[in-house]
């Protein structure tokens, strides 16, 4: 029922130093899976555009590519990207797409992602931590940062690999989230997962409408649980102390 | 929002599990066990949530007045900003009922209908006519409500969304066949035997202000068409709110707990609670 209302759907997507190796097969397997018959439009972030790929698209699909800074340390650009985004949705973003998920780009699409994922607010379940206690989900627990969060506290643990929903609302959400980065940064503290961090702190205070479940961020080291029908959206195998170096 | 303990949602442990909690268009049908309470109510009083209650007591049933208003009281949206607005013929028999704070009434005079089908079907028109002109100024949510009821237990924002419908008690567990559409193709209510996700109940539907005009000027519109052309539906209002809720799918549906009947059926296990229940009437004394 929403094909009628003419969405464009934004994607971002963040692939910086080693990472551009991953834009082939996340575009190949998006344009396969990803809200077919809709409007999408990529925004794929990189500190070399000359190393994007030429991916086919489909009808009514674009990909702008845009520049940005690299940066020496990994965390560093991971923190960064909520800044980033929330400067795109002022910028352009706001007018050009009516959803925008700000998606990790080492990751592949298996299965269908739909409409069924849009909601004025959406996070991922953490493949890891779906089975846990809240007392074991690695939140930050140092008082002094702004992502700190008890340990009676807690719905779920989000990934930050996957969040979306309404362009305003992703607006909001990320500028809060930056905020906070900046808060912590002038205590001189990083959180215990940098951004995911503080994701999951500004997730229990403004829920999301809508919650993925793992089929939509899955990890494909661990073995596939009976209640996983299905995997849509999972990482790609990779050689992660070569990549952040 | 403020800092909250509760107990931790699990992923693998269904909130209820011997009825469905979710619509095939993800649409969450709302029964005890689904939702935090105190979550709910935090984030509505957040935006500082009005709820308009419009509910019609013509003629002979302002009598049911009282009783309703004051379970409402009692039951109904306890702790946010509410209007009540009651339609009657007859506002010098509207009972003065003490509200409590944040809490208000309307009283709206309307004209009457000689037959209960006409008083029954025009309430789409009302509703529709002072949605535009007076409820989209003065609340975010309408509930829309049948008079001859009482609130026996909670009815709160956990109701509240863009569109909801209520399932009808009689008809929760039954086959779509057997739903008592309208089935001429005549009318423009018509539904096939082969459509329909439920079967709702004329005597409890809402949403935001918006949505709900549009819901009551669709129906007011095609009950016109279907008297232009010398039909009327089977269950009157009823029959069109079904049509347009399938094709206008709700984005929450409320389980038989917020529309039942304790004299036709009893109290089953499956019902946790009885929150808003038939009074019992005579119904050829008080339909005349």
Redesign the interface.
Known sequence: ?YQPLNLTIGVTVFAVGKYTCFIRPFLESAEKFFMRGYQVHYYLFTHDPAAVPKVPLGPGRLLSIIPIQGHSQWEEISMRRMETISKLIAKRAHQEVDYLFCLDVDMVFRNPWGP?TLGDLVAA?HPGY??V??QQFPYERRQVSAAFV?Y?????YYGGAVFGGRVARVYEFTRGCHTAILADKANGIMAAWQEESHLNRRF????PSTVL?PEYLWDDRKPQPP?LKLIRFSTVDKDTSWLRS | MTRMVYAQPKALTPSRKDVLVLTPWLAPIIWEGTFNIDILNEQFRLQNTTVGLTVFAIKKYVVFLKLFLETAEQHFMVGHKVIYYVFTDRPADVPQVPLGAGRKLVVLTVRNYTRWQDVSMHRMEMISRFSEQRFLHEVDYLVCADVDMKFSDHVGVEILSALFGTLHPGFYSSSREAFTYERRPKSQAYIPRDEGDFYYMGAFFGGSVVEVYRLTKACHQAMVEDKANGIEAVWHDESHLNKYLLYHKPTKVLSPEYMWDQQLLGWPSIMKKLRYVAVPKNHQAIRN
Not at chain 1, 204 to 207: F, G, L, R, T, Y
């Open positions: 029922m069924e379940i779906f089975a206690s809240r008890a009676n506290e807690g719905d779920f229990i205070w403004h829920k479940s209640s």
